[in-house]
């Protein structure tokens, strides 16, 4: 390979990496809101997003919803669903055990569910084409060429993180999640409701997977199997230190470049494994990841 | 009572080459071979409260493992069994090594997509795997014993099935099975005790690798071929299906949870669209009222309405 083509598979690389790397970004965040306030892996994360794609897609294309109103509709059941889900089946398994692997246990209960429910609505037997919402004419970056709806997901995914950002540092609610992130039980003797942030956390993770989706969505076919995304999204998260909101956003970003660079580069038939890869060599090298801090002991 | 029931389960299985067909053998072996998987799965779920989602790799690991030990270079079949569990229990305590480093649940995370890549890895290693197209199982050999239907193989399956029963009880007996729930129940205390929290939870997830891999190397003794799509991760959520409706944390719930949902989705494939839906509700549903499982909330029940 001379020099040239190195220099431009890099420059593409990097910059479709960030694109692809904003969306496992949001679902990284999304992962790991939900894991500081509950310490629980939500292994329905990728169902969710999925899910909400179909959502928006049977809105869209089957009911010819106008965009404006399909968009927020799609968030308002993604955000319900998950509240519902936190509040109902979550809030009974701890009642009846408590120990957190039943927690985790419960959310692969609901990966399942969402992915059967999808296949049965018959939507999710083919693979689907969602409707782009920008045009997907060309732009060059560099040497680096995109669309324009690569520009308007990259955007996108960035506002939602300051917007992130903006709620976490300076609301109330935001640093009440932070709050019960860090000491559940002083969270409580503050006056936070500890049940309805559970809630809220979980709506909101729901919501940031669902703009993912539909940010996504258009660039991929959707099949019922589109939720395995989550396994970059877990990558980008275990980068990120797991505990860590700017790390999952890094993380994000460091597994989208290094999946579009392996794909270039080495096979994009490779690019399964590299989740994998990418989660041992972490462990391997700085097993707390790039922004996490030591781990604390749970006392007994 | 325990007495009584070992003794139906010794009749049943006795019975059962002499009075039915083939393919209700052929389930038998299946459903051994589950149990098996399901005992694995019991030790670092029920008994460690840890988690390892790459059951169904480990067991291709030992189908493979086994399979080409015994096809290619003609082991005789104790050996290849063996292979495909020691093959397995390499792998997994490797990886059990690097991601219990920092946070249990890494362990969740590492197995998940590490099943994946293994799965992608069956796939598309054409030389070893055989790829897409499958691999050819040989009927195990034993000194010109030659397996080749399911009933020839029935009573070797149900050895090793027993076998690892009782191996299971003896590491459950054990200072091992004392220090795995005692990580369980708290690592504080455990370590306090003395007992080496890491380790024991890296002991635990190569043991039930190792279980995983055995139970691929009795698959090899009845099937006569593997396909890559049968060792996806619907096949971990069936195992862990099981281990869940007979009761996380008990040896015989793992094993009543092999059979009694073994024979539910072998009823469920009439359905398959209901089949996800199934698996994922009965999790749900089991976590939020039943977390010990379907016998002892049966027995609860029993219980509760003898005293009312």
Known sequence: ?????????????????????????????????????????????????????????????????????????????????????????????????????????????????????????????????????????????????????????????????????????????????????????????????????????????????????????????????????????????????????PGAVVGGFVIGIAENLVGLFISSRAIVVAPFVAIMLVLIVRPQGLFGGRVAIKKV | MRFLAIAVAAAVLIALPLVTTGYVVYLANLLLTFTV????????????????????AFYGIGIYAAGIAGTTFGTPFPVSILIGGLAASAIGFVIGMVALRMRDIYLALATFAFGEAMQWVFLNWNAVTGGPNGLRIAPARLFGLELVTDKDAYPFVVATAIAMLVLTVIVARARLGRSFRAVRESEIAAQAMGVPVRRTKVVAFGISAFFAGIAGGMFTLFSTYIHPDSLGFQTTILVLTMVVVGGLGSIGGAVGGAIAFGLISELLRQAPSFQEIAYGAILIVFMMYAPKGLFAFLADRFRGARHA
């Open chain 1, 1 to 245: 390979m001379d020099k040239d083509l190195i220099l431009l598979f890099l420059q593409q690389g990097i910059v479709s990496g960030m694109v692809v790397g904003s969306v496992y970004a949001l679902l990284a965040l999304s992962i790991v809101m939900i894991f500081k306030t509950s310490e629980v892996p939500n292994f329905a994360q990728g169902e969710i997003f999925m899910a909400a794609g179909y959502c928006a897609l049977f809105l869209l294309v089957f009911q010819a919803t106008p965009v404006w109103l399909a968009v927020p509709l799609t968030l308002v059941v993604a955000f319900a669903g998950a509240a519902l889900f936190r509040r109902v089946v979550l809030t009974q398994v701890s009642r009846a055990s408590g120990s957190p692997v039943n927690l985790v246990i419960a959310t692969l209960g609901l990966s399942y569910v969402l992915k059967g429910l999808v296949r049965r609505t018959g939507f999710g037997d083919t693979p689907r084409s969602f409707p782009a919402l920008v045009s997907t004419d060309g732009v060059m970056i560099g040497q680096a060429s995109i669309t324009r709806l690569d520009v308007a997901i990259f955007l996108t995914a960035l506002a939602v993180m300051a917007f992130l950002f903006c709620l976490f540092a300076y609301t109330k609610v935001g640093r009440a999640m932070r709050a019960v992130g860090m000491n559940p039980k002083a969270a409580r003797l503050m006056g936070v409701d500890l049940q309805r942030i559970h809630m809220l956390v979980w709506g909101l993770s729901a919501v940031v997977s669902a703009i993912a989706a539909l940010l996504i969505s258009p660039k991929i076919l959707m099949t019922a199997e589109m939720g395995g995304i989550v396994t970059m999204a877990f990558a980008a998260a275990i980068v990120g230190g797991f505990t860590s909101l």
């Open chain 2, 37 to 56: 998987l399901c005992l694995g799965m019991h030790i670092v779920i029920g008994e460690t409260g840890q988690f390892s989602l790459a059951h169904a």
